[in-house]
C-alpha cells in the first residue's frame, strides 16, 4: 500500500505544526496561541471565523459546529493562524480566503465551493505572504481560481489537496511586469486534479516541485511552464483524456528584459498513460534540484497503489478532532 506523508499528526492537536513538507515546512500557524473555538457559522460577528481570524495574536483556529459559512466578501487571515477543520465539516461558499502580507499560516481539512465574482479565489495568496501550508482541502467552482500565489508570495506547500469542476485551477506568479515573482517557491505534492481544465499549475517565474501528484481528464494541458520558471515533475501521474498534452510552454516577456521566454519543466520519474504526451524542452539541467532547498521528502514511485490511495485520501477527511483538544486550551 502507498505510504503518505506525516500520517501521524491527528494524534495530537498542534503535531500538524512545522509537519509539511517541502517549501512550506517552516509553517507553524498558531503553533504558540491559545485555541479559538468557532462556535457558528455566520460570516461575522462573536464566535466567528473572521472574528479569529482579524486577531492579531497567533491562535489555533477549531470548530465545535458543522455546515457552510457563506462568506460576502474575502476573509483575510492574519499571521500566525492555523484553520483547523478536523473534526467537523466546514464548506466556505461565496467567495475565499485572502492570505495578505502574512506569514505562518496553516489551512487543514476544509472545503471549498461556489465562489462568485471577478477575480474571486479560493485561496488568494498575495502580496508577500510566506510560510504557508495548505492541507487536505477540498476546492471547487470558483469564478477565478481555486487557489492563487502571486505577487512575491513564496515558500508555501500545497498537500493532499482535491481539485475538481474547474477551469483556471492554480496560478503561480500574477504577470509578466511582476518579476519580484523571481522569489516565488511552491511544493505540491499528493494532490488529486480531477479532470480540472487546465493549470495544474501554471508558473511564471518562480520554482514549483510537483510529486506525488494524480492529474487525469484535464482539458488543455496538465501543467504550464511560462516566463522564466523552473518545474521539477517527480513520480507524478499523468493520465490524459481527450486531450493528450500533459506540459505547455508560454512564451513571454518579463517587463525587464529584452527577450521573451518560457519556462522549462524536468520530468524526472513520472507516469504517463491513456497517450499522455510528455513533450519536453531542451535546457533542463538549468532547472533546480528540490535537494538544493530541502534535505528530504515524502515520495515514491507511481503505482496503481498511489492512484487509488489518493482518489481516497486527498480533500476533506472525515477524521475527528484530535484527542487533547480539550487538554491543549
Known sequence: MASLPYADVDHSLRALAGRAEGFGRFAVGGLHGPVYFVTNLSDDGPGSLREGCRRKEPL????????????SSYLSVSSYKTIDGRGQRIKFTGK???????????????????????????????????????????????????????????????????????????LI?????HVGDRCIRVTIHHCFFDGTRQRQ?????????????????????????????????????????????????????????????????????????????????????????????????TMEAPSDSLKAVLQICTGWQSVPQPADLMVAT
Open 201 to 297: 499549475p501554471r508558473l511564471r517565474f518562480g520554482k514549483v516541485h510537483l510529486y506525488n501528484n494524480y492529474t487525469r481528464n484535464w482539458g488543455i494541458y496538465a501543467v504550464c511552464a511560462s516566463v522564466e520558471s523552473q518545474i521539477y515533475s517527480q513520480c507524478n501521474i499523468y493520465e490524459a483524456g481527450q486531450k493528450k498534452k500533459t506540459f505547455e510552454y508560454y512564451t513571454e516577456k518579463a517587463a525587464d528584459k529584452l527577450e521573451a521566454k518560457s519556462g522549462l519543466i524536468r520530468s524526472e520519474g513520472d507516469l504517463f498513460l491513456n497517450g499522455a504526451q510528455s513533450y519536453l524542452l531542451t535546457g533542463v539541467e538549468g532547472v533546480f534540484h528540490p535537494s538544493e532547498h530541502y534535505p528530504t521528502w
Open 60 to 71: 489555533w483556529i477549531v470548530f465545535e459546529v458543522s455546515g457552510t459559512i457563506h462568506l
Open 96 to 170: 475565499g480566503l485572502r492570505l495578505k502580507e502574512c506569514e505562518h499560516i496553516i489551512i487543514c481539512n476544509l472545503e471549498f465551493e461556489g465562489g462568485r465574482g471577478h477575480d474571486v479565489d479560493g485561496i488568494q495568496i498575495k502580496p508577500n505572504s510566506r510560510h504557508i501550508w495548505i492541507d487536505r482541502c477540498s476546492l471547487r467552482d470558483y469564478d477565478d481560481g481555486l487557489i492563487d500565489i502571486t505577487r512575491q508570495s513564496t515558500d508555501i506547500t500545497v498537500s493532499r489537496c482535491y481539485f475538481a469542476q474547474h477551469d483556471k485551477t492554480m
Open 173 to 177: 506568479g500574477a504577470d509578466p511586469s
